[in-house]
């Protein structure tokens, strides 16, 4: 047995401490376990890291005072993978261990639920004392209560009393003699209380899905040397189902499985396939879960309750003990990355966490990621296609549409945004019942508020971007900030009445298309409509139902949705986030097409889907058209590897905030300095420079970027200055390693 424990604190030290171990705690004292230490003049609780039988700080060593609850206990593989988040992503170990644990579990403010129950101490005492005392008008409510708990035993209080017709008096005289024994029964905070779903059996596999399990079984029974597939599927083509059946072969083998999905395409309609398969046996764990209902999923995971969890982001941290697979839907999804310290790519870390527990991981997209693409390409994951929608239904077919042709006939109202081509198809679909989904990646009513006489541009002063017309509320409003403002009637800049609204968004469509269409059920869905009040889930459910004609919405209907009876796909705007100033512009847009068009003709009917854009000639949007992947991979490659963008090496941004401008550029400069001695011959630097937005909340921003191979020294550099450095005052440092995105 070991003596003495590395116990990293709960203060953001990036550092453990060593502490010899009680003999008396010494068999409870395991790796991931939560104890409390002294530390300076008082106690802090922390968790233990490792064993060890010798410690470099032999002769200060302080005692672990006791076991912090004695419950919480982080699996060995998961305390290493935050060893390695730490060390990869360069945040300190306390915040990766705090990203392991919700901190409903964490803080330890919330205690089990529980439930005091009486039965019968011994059942042969107790029928003797009712013989003894039968017809004893005083003994009535004790035999009355005893008669009660042979039958049924395990009854809280309310129940019994109300069975027995007696009070608690009695009862608790029971229980001061001995004759009844109460004990508290956990109870569980269950999120699924007020809804069933009838249970599905699996479908029997096509070709292609037969093809993919078997190489998922390979892998899970070890027959397969990589541990990674890439399972790389169009649309519609039963990648869903292949989660289900693997899942199954890995319970048959007795061990857990996780599946994260991007928390926008957690629906009730992608939990009810999950427990309509795998019942009670499943977690789901999203972000509107109370603090109770998540101690209680997380402790039912902990405890090998249930074997599957279904997840946003975090469900990766599932302290399960056996996992035997990770799938991970959408893979190439941005919010993956967690945007806040430590910044992790939860696709990354669940490849690491696969490694570490032998267990095998899934990634699974119609668009992969650039990454997982070439890891497939270059043979180190499994490359799994499936190109055909189930039951061989066609994949819709794309028209684009040129919107410059869009341009109005003289003497009519300019609303080129619905062009003669979109608007007939609309109408067909109304005519026959089917119903149409338009498209747009951006809210609000206008996108910008511009003076026609001096150009002025209303913009946020506390952000360097331009407000958002929101026309029911007559407000400009900052998507960045949230900031408000009353729209004006005239230019605040020059005075003058020609204020024009350029640019256009969800909201503006919804009026347009309700002008176009009379007598269509037209309907937006929008974070701003659900704040509104409309939820989400009603909404759907209306659509499904077909009492709406039109959705009109943004990235939020985009993806996953099922709806047989939608055949008609319209982008409003291909181009919006195509000029961008980022070098995965173009492979966003192209996800975002593709995964649009995805939600036509899901049913029995061939979809269509029109893209409307200005850029018809541009090679993106040529390649969105035909649906074809791989030509867009090859093509946006070639200038990614001249560039030595990612997949082609990494790349690392440092980041600056700062009030003041000048003094947040300087301290920028004086950074780079100090690194310049890590960054060897393969390493490309952009030099410290404004970010693209300049300006969030009052404050400047600043990044300096780094990127090729080769980064470990680099890193390490990095990793000393964000975390061990003292930073002037007003200037704030992050490090964003592998970063999604460089706005
Ligand atoms: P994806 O996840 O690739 O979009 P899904 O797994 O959701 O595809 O499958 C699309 C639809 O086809 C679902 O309604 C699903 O129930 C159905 N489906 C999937 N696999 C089969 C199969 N082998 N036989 C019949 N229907 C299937
Ligand atoms: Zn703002």
Not at 40 to 66: C, P
Not at 372 to 381: T, V
Not at 427 to 449: K, P, S, V
């Amino acid at each position: 047995m070991s003596r003495i424990a590395r116990v990293i604190v709960d203060l953001s030290l990036d550092k453990a401490f060593d502490y010899l171990i009680p003999p008396p705690l010494a068999a409870r004292i395991v790796i991931g376990v939560r104890v409390r230490v002294p530390f300076g003049n008082s106690f802090r609780l922390g968790y233990v890291l490792a064993l060890s039988d010798h410690s470099d700080f032999e002769e200060q060593l302080k005692t672990i005072e006791s076991l912090g609850d004695g419950r919480t206990q982080l699996p060995e593989a998961l305390i290493k993978l935050g060893s390695w988040m730490a060390e990869y992503y360069c945040c300190t170990q306390e915040q990766a261990i705090r990203s392991l644990l919700p901190g409903a579990v964490r803080l330890g403010r919330i205690k089990p639920k529980t439930l005091t129950v009486y039965r019968v101490a011994e059942p042969e005492k107790a029928r003797q004392y009712i013989e003894a005392n039968a017809g004893r008008e005083k003994a009535q409510g004790r035999v009355n209560l005893l008669k009660v708990l042979l039958e049924q035993p395990g009854l809280a209080a309310d129940v019994l009393l109300n069975l027995a017709e007696t009070t608690v008096s009695p009862l608790q005289g029971l229980v001061k003699n001995g004759l009844v024994a109460k004990s508290e029964q956990l109870l569980r905070r269950n999120p699924f209380s007020d809804s069933t779903v009838l249970p599905s059996a699996p479908l029997p596999a096509n070709a292609e899905q037969q093809a993919a399990l078997e190489r998922v079984r390979a892998m899970l029974e070890g027959r397969e040397k990589r541990h990674v597939m890439l399972l790389h599927g169009v649309t519609n083509s039963g990648k869903t189902e292949v989660y289900l059946q693997s899942i199954a072969m890995a319970l048959e083998l007795n061990r857990s499985a996780i599946v994260l999905v991007p928390e926008i395409s957690l629906t009730p309609q992608t939990v009810r396939r999950f427990r309509a398969r795998f019942g009670d046996k499943i977690s789901v764990l999203h972000s509107r879960l109370s603090d109770g209902e998540r101690f209680d999923e997380w402790n039912r995971i902990n405890d090998g309750i249930v074997q599957i969890v279904v997840g946003a982001r975090s469900a990766l941290f599932a302290p399960f003990r056996n996992l035997g697979l990770i799938i991970v839907d959408e893979e190439h999804e941005a919010s993956y990355k967690q945007s806040e310290a430590p910044r992790y790519h939860a696709r990354d870390v669940a490849v690491m966490r696969g490694l570490l527990e032998q267990a095998a991981v899934i990634l699974g997209s119609a668009t992969p990621s650039f990454e997982s693409y070439r890891n497939a390409l270059e043979k180190r994951y499994v490359l799994v296609e499936m190109l055909h929608r189930v039951d061989d239904k066609l994949l819709p077919s794309v028209k684009v549409v040129d919107l410059r042709l869009g341009a109005p006939e003289p003497g009519e109202k300019k609303s080129g945004l619905f062009t003669k081509i979109l608007i007939q198809a609309i109408q067909e679909r109304l005519q026959l019942g089917e119903q149409t989904i338009l498209f747009l990646n951006r809210r609000g009513f206008a996108r910008q508020m511009l003076c026609e006489s001096c150009g002025y541009v209303a913009g946020c002063p506390s952000c360097s971007v331009p407000y958002t017309y929101h026309r029911k509320e007559e407000m400009l409003s900052c998507h960045l900030c949230g900031s408000m403002i009353e729209a004006p009637e005239c230019c605040p800049s020059c005075g003058a009445a020609e204020i024009r609204y350029s640019g256009s968004g969800t909201e503006k469509i919804e009026s347009l298309a309700a002008a176009i269409f009379r007598g269509a059920k037209v309907v937006r869905m929008d974070s701003d409509s659900i704040r509104a009040g409309n939820s989400h889930e009603a909404i759907l459910d209306r659509f499904r139902k077909g009492e709406i004609d039109i959705l009109i919405g943004t990235q939020m209907i985009a993806k996953g949705l099922h709806f047989p009876n939608v055949t008609l796909v319209g982008i409003i705007n291909a181009d919006q986030g195509l000029y961008l100033p980022d070098f995965r512009a173009c492979e966003r847009t192209f996800q975002l097409l593709t995964q649009v068009a995805g939600r036509a003709g899901r049913g029995d009917v061939r979809g269509e889907v029109i893209i409307q854009t200005f850029s018809p000639a541009n090679d993106t949007i040529r390649f969105a058209v035909s649906q074809d992947f791989k030509a867009f991979y090859q093509y946006d490659m070639t200038v990614r590897e001249a560039l030595h963008y990612p997949p082609d090496g990494h790349l690392m941004v440092l980041n600056f905030r700062s009030l003041d401008a000048e003094a947040g550029m300087q301290y920028a400069a004086r950074c780079m300095e100090l690194l310049r001695p890590f960054c060897h011959d393969e390493i490309i630097v952009s030099e410290p420079a404004p970010a693209p937005i300049e300006k969030i909340k009052t404050k400047y921003r600043f990044q300096i970027i780094f990127r090729g191979r080769k980064l470990k020294q680099l890193r390490q550099a990095l990793r000393e200055l964000t975390l061990r450095r003292r930073h002037p005052d007003g200037i704030e440092l992050y490090l964003d390693i592998d970063a999604q995105s460089l706005l």
